[in-house]
């Protein structure tokens, strides 16, 4: 678990903890990870990381969430405006603010990834996929929905990192509407 107080001093900490642990696991291993190293990476006592953060996969949790719960802002901006939802947004910005699911891909629990968006973008699968049938999903479509979604990204997005980031948000948005227009087509020839 993590607990970052709502103050400026814990979230520089956090930061420089979360930045450390980025940074380290680009170099290493994250299961050879220990406390002593975060804390001098980040230039913190021991005494802050456990403050702040219980034991250093929190802190690739923490990272996690934050990118998702940003995506859900955008989500509530843009309905707000008025605007239908843009699924296209949320892999925007999880493209250009990837780091924190880097680290996660790198330590091998991409299921922190699912279990984060699948806590806080349910209401947004609900209304996005709900729209589209015209009813409100039941708790079982709204997994399988929200799972199958959640799988494309993340797959695509572990190739991004594998590949070594060589292609643009764009390009990647525009590989995924390709590839979805070729399984749309090819699902439907063989009806």
């Known amino acids: 678990m993590y607990h970052i107080p709502s103050d400026k001093r814990a979230e520089r900490s956090a930061a420089a903890i979360e930045a450390a642990v980025q940074e380290l696991i680009a170099k290493r291993d994250f299961a050879s990870l220990g406390i002593t190293d975060i804390c001098a990476a980040a230039h913190v006592s021991r005494a802050t990381f456990y403050r702040l953060f219980d034991m250093p996969i929190d802190v690739l949790r923490y990272g996690a969430e934050r990118v998702v719960d940003a995506v859900v802002e955008i989500q509530h901006e843009e309905q707000a405006a008025g605007r239908p939802l843009n699924p296209l947004l949320n892999v925007q910005y999880v493209f250009t603010h990837y780091k924190p ?88 020839t063989h009806e």
């Open 101 to 188: 699911f880097e680290a996660v891909v790198r330590a091998g629990r991409v299921d922190i990834i699912f279990s984060a968006a699948r806590e806080r973008m349910a209401p947004f699968f609900q209304t996005f996929v709900g729209n589209f049938y015209g009813r409100e999903l039941s708790p079982a479509e709204l997994n399988l929905y929200t799972r199958i979604i959640q799988g494309i990204l993340t797959s695509t997005l572990i190739a991004w990192i594998e590949n070594g980031h060589r292609e643009s948000p764009q390009q990647i948005i525009s590989r995924i509407r390709d590839f979805s227009s070729i399984i749309y087509r090819a699902l439907h």
